[in-house]
C-alpha cells in the first residue's frame, strides 16, 4: 500500500462523494455509547487520516457537535439527503488535526486494512466478538470531567 493510494466512498444516496489518500493514522473498532448511538448498531468503525489527506468530492453536509463526557467536541458530518453519517472530527490532544471516516461508508471493498484495535469494551454488546489484537476498556483519550445524560452513560 503506498502513501499516495486513493480510496473513495460516499453516502447511502450518492449525493456525498468523498476521497482519502493514503492509510489511515488510526483505526478501531468502537463500542462507545456515542457510536452505537451515532449508528444505531453495537459498534461504530472509524478509520483517522489526517485532514489534508480526506476531500469532499461532492454533496451538501450537515453537521452535529456536541461534547463527550471528556470534554471533547465532536463534530459529526452527514449527508443532508439520506442522513448518513460519513466521517466525524474530535478535537482532543490525540485527534486533532485528524478526521475520522466511517470505514462502512467506503466504495467497496470497505477494508482493505486490519482493524487491530478495540475500545470501549465495557460498553460491548456481550453478542459482538472481533478478532482484534488491541483491546482497551476505554480509550487513551477517555478522562471524564462530567456526567453523561442518562441515555448515554453506561452506568445508569
Known amino acids: ?6 480510496h473513495e466512498g460516499g453516502c447511502a444516496c450518492g449525493k456525498v462523494r468523498y476521497q482519502t ?15 452505537q448511538l451515532r449508528t444505531g448498531s453495537a459498534f461504530g468503525v472509524g ?3 489526517p485532514n489534508d489527506k480526506v476531500s469532499l468530492l461532492s454533496g451538501d453536509l450537515s453537521h452535529h457537535r456536541y461534547q463527550t463526557q471528556s470534554g471533547n467536541n465532536v463534530t459529526t458530518s452527514f449527508c443532508s439527503a439520506c442522513g448518513t453519517t460519513t466521517h466525524w ?17 467506503f466504495d467497496p471493498p470497505s477494508f482493505w486494512f486490519d482493524i487491530n484495535r478495540e475500545i ?3 460498553t460491548k454488546a456481550p453478542f459482538v466478538e472481533i478478532d482484534a489484537e488491541n483491546k482497551f476498556e476505554t480509550s487513551g483519550t477517555y478522562k471524564p470531567v462530567k456526567e453523561d445524560e442518562d441515555r448515554q452513560n453506561p452506568a445508569k
Open 1 to 6: 500500500m503506498s502513501d499516495n493510494e486513493q
Open 21 to 35: 489518500t493514503g492509510q489511515p493514522e488510526v483505526h478501531a473498532v468502537c463500542h462507545c455509547r456515542y457510536c
Open 120 to 122: 470501549f469494551l465495557r
Open 89 to 105: 472530527q474530535i478535537d482532543s490532544e490525540f485527534l486533532d488535526g485528524k478526521t475520522a471516516i466511517a470505514v462502512g461508508t
Open 47 to 49: 478509520a483517522y487520516f
